[in-house]
């Protein structure tokens, strides 16, 4: 590609592979166009720096640029705007090449619901919670791999035509272990500039001051972390509830408010048909105390997902009758078989003892039941989605190691025996809980393996070079994958996963992770099934249970097999668990062991990772008689 371009980015050729077609906008350094990029013909979005601001702190201000092409870069999900190419041209300065999404920002779409009344306003503005949803997941996602963002605001997020939700402009964006130097300023006296205009002079305050979090103002309000980012998600989910900024005035007026010691505002002083639920939300994430708020964006998420979703928001009190309203109204099919059978429970205890008991204080006690099952219902989903994240992460996260570790093997010779026992013994010490790590040859043969104690069954070799191999094809690294488990040497049940191992787009082989299903997961899921008084399966969608608490089920299929047929409660609930994404159902059965019934509620919650598709079940007696 020719580096020369028109240093004024004026419409017309760009560069011999790329043209600027239109104006698109400019923030406080850079400025971007509309392109095509004719080798591929498409049309994409193009940045360069503008050359008047790089006349004071040039080099500072180019590795800020190009920084925020690479970390954007290697933000590899859906609502992160994904950059296609960086460049640098002959003068020094760069540009870089990114999608180009059309639509209207946030901000826009909150403008919307301006001029109608209050109720039919935040009816407008609430149909964009799932668009906050999105954008919390990305920054989730962005926060996992160590980034924060700085600068979010409604302005910053695009609302695709085609429903995507993608976050821009990740210029003031830093790594949490990159000491670059940027530390909150002090309040400056002589900024007067539009509350939505950013301050980026050096030793100035980073960041938009309307959306920024008090230790972007001062330091002594602490470091600037994933948290700092959560405050500004609240100030995002403030504007979606009250229609509003949280802070209005002058830039001077608006840092002294966030930098005073008074609490932030809350949604529910500007608008009086809010939902408290959301509004307990904003007032967590929003709080001066950074340890009050939620830890990250996936936090945050998980909150507003629970709103939207109809479950309990676990930061909001609710009272007694709310819960009861919650769950007769989630819970309407079901009700009457329900109440029957606690109230017959009640009825029936209440004769043994008072047969005289008042018809009132029974009843008063069937609701207390059906409010403490509620209670219960909702903790068991909350647990599975937490566990189910956690999962998530876990292997996200290993995906990437064992990824890494592939780069290294597909650079060694397999008779380089050192160097790949090294590469093995370096990932399996960062994973205690996984029995051995292999690199497998294209044929599925085990060139080596650490620690090595436990060969590789030949059925998991095969299967996961069958697997490999229609990655490689495809290249999907999503290709569907079906989780099988093997007999291990100890007696126990595995299971395995792998990364391709590739020279070029050729397959060298794999590297293979082993587990001991009863052992592995709940190290996974940081679950002590011993002290906790749940109880935890996971299953492939087709009924195999990979993990179970009584180890002897793990392998077994619960639709098919003998064991099973005796509870058909368990198999009715098993089957909706198979059709739904997540849910939360009941059933019984006879304990054959004590001659009782024992009542379950459980809950679960969909994970597809790496291919693979599980449902993770939470459960929990709640009545036994």
Sequence with gaps: MNNESKPSGAIGAFTDNLSVRSFLGQGGVGRVFVGFERNLERQVAIKEIIPEKLLQNREKKIARFVREAKLAGQLQHPGVIPIYSLAKRDDGTYYYVMKYVQGRTLADAIKDSVGMNDEDSFRKRISLLDNVIAVCDAMGYAHSMGVVHRDLKPSNVILGEFGETVILDWGLAKRLDDSEGDEPGQLSGDAEIDADAKLTRDGAILGTPAYLAPEQVLAEAGPVDQRTDVYTLGVILFMLLAGR???????????????????????????????????????????????????????????????????????????????????????????????????????????????????HRARQKAVGALVEVTKLSEASITLARQESDLLYQYFTQLEKEMSDAAAKLASLGQDNHAAIGSTLKEISGLHPEILSFYFISPRGITIDAHPGAVALPKAAADTEI????????????????????????????????????????????????????????????????????????????????????????????????????????????????????????????????????????????????????????????????
């Design 245 to 359: 900024r949280p802070y209005l005035g002058d830039t001077r007026q608006v840092l002294q408010l966030i930098a005073s010691p008074d609490p932030s505002p809350s949604p529910a002083e500007h608008c009086g048909c809010l939902p408290p639920e959301l509004v307990a939300v904003c007032e967590k994430a929003m709080s001066k105390d950074r340890e009050k708020r939620f830890k990250d964006a996936s936090e945050f998420a998980a909150e507003l997902r629970a709103f939207r979703d109809g479950r309990l928001v676990s930061v909001y009190a609710y009272s007694r009758s709310e819960l009861f309203k919650r769950f007769v109204a989630r819970n309407k099919a079901g009700i009457i078989a329900a109440a029957a059978v606690v109230v017959s429970i009640i009825a029936g205890a209440g004769f043994s003892f008072n047969f005289a008991i008042d018809a």
């Design 466 to 625: 069958e697997y490999l191999e229609r990655i490689v094809k495809s290249q999907n690294p999503d290709e569907e994958y079906e989780t099988k488990l093997y007999d291990l040497a100890n007696g126990k049940k595995g299971f395995s996963a792998s990364v391709p191992v590739l020279r070029g787009r050729t397959l060298a082989g794999g590297l293979v992770a082993l587990f001991v299903c009863e052992t592995a997961i709940p190290i996974m899921m940081r679950f002590d099934p011993i002290k906790s008084n749940y109880q935890v399966w996971l299953m492939r969608n087709d009924g195999l249970l990979v993990y179970d608490e009584d180890v002897r089920q793990i392998g077994l299929y619960l639709f098919t097999d003998e064991m099973f047929r005796d509870f058909p409660e368990l198999l009715e609930f098993g089957d909706k668990i198979r059709k739904d994404p997540w849910g939360i159902g009941h059933y019984s059965f006879h304990d054959k062991d004590s001659s009782t019934i024992v009542y379950k509620v459980a809950a679960w919650d969909t994970l597809r990772s790496n291919g693979a598709h599980w449902k993770l079940v939470i459960t929990k007696p709640y009545i036994s008689r």
